[in-house]
């Protein structure tokens, strides 16, 4: 079945480091590919997406590119904040006649420090 | 920006007994999922609806069952609960059609004793 393999945590790094936390997927057909992320005590907030192959999905100086020949879609940011400290969760998307389940990765906490 | 509503955001249960969860989707979307978050764990498909028909269905117990009422809220009813019932579930929302994104809720957060 399909699934998603996350980079293992924790990950902890320096403010204004350069982030990168790797996501491949294995799935048949042409999954949509999303980062959600969840501060401490909330909930899943979507972070970006991407739908097709070689789409770039980016939002908050978060960036991910949909590889479809690396089966990969790493979550990478130049220059991290104290505020991003979070878990962050890789998922795919596959269609259903229109209906979309997720299926997500283990998660990767990050804690950046001061 | 309205958001997917998630009540209670807390409950405290013994084992044995039965809990309802309820989910109010934004506003025009008609698709509806649950998700079940152990500690530490991803969050796991479990049930979703579709204009109020089940749509698909994951790792869901039998003791658990859900709908989806005409005004597109959801409820899941969970039945005679086990310590390993205790978890976050979310609920999350959308727009029927391919590729439209998933809200989540806040998630309530299930305590079994």
């Known amino acids: 079945g399909d699934s998603v393999t996350q980079m293992e945590g924790p990950v902890t790094l320096s403010e204004e480091a350069f982030l990168t936390i790797n996501c491949t997927y294995t799935a048949t057909g042409y999954p949509s590919l999303f980062w959600y992320v969840q501060y401490p005590g909330e909930g899943l907030q979507l972070l970006l997406k991407?739908?097709?192959?070689?789409d770039k999905g980016s939002n908050k100086g978060f960036e991910a590119t949909y590889r479809k020949e690396t089966t990969s879609f790493h979550l990478e940011k130049g220059s991290v904040q104290v505020s991003d400290s979070a878990v962050y969760f890789c998922a795919l998307g596959k269609a259903n006649f229109g209906n979309e389940k997720l299926t997500f990765g283990t998660g990767t906490r990050l804690t950046i420090i001061p | 920006a309205a958001g997917v509503i998630q009540s209670p955001r807390h409950l405290i249960k013994e084992k044995r007994e039965t809990a309802t969860l309820k989910c109010y989707p934004i506003?025009?979307?008609?698709?509806v999922y649950w998700y079940q978050q152990g500690p530490g764990q991803d969050p796991q498909f479990l049930i979703s609806?579709?204009?109020?028909?089940?749509?698909d269905k994951g790792s869901i117990p039998d003791r658990f069952s859900a709908q989806q009422f005409s005004d597109y809220h959801s409820e899941l009813n969970m039945s005679s609960l086990e310590l390993g019932d205790s978890a976050l579930y979310f609920c999350?929302?959308?727009?029927?059609?391919?590729?439209?994104?998933?809200?989540f809720g806040p998630g309530t957060r299930l305590l079994v004793l």
């Open positions: 999350a929302s959308k727009r029927g059609g391919a590729q439209e994104t998933q809200y």
């Open positions: 506003p025009r979307h008609d698709t």
């Open positions: 991407a739908t097709k192959a070689d």
């Open positions: 609806f579709y204009e109020k028909m089940q749509s």
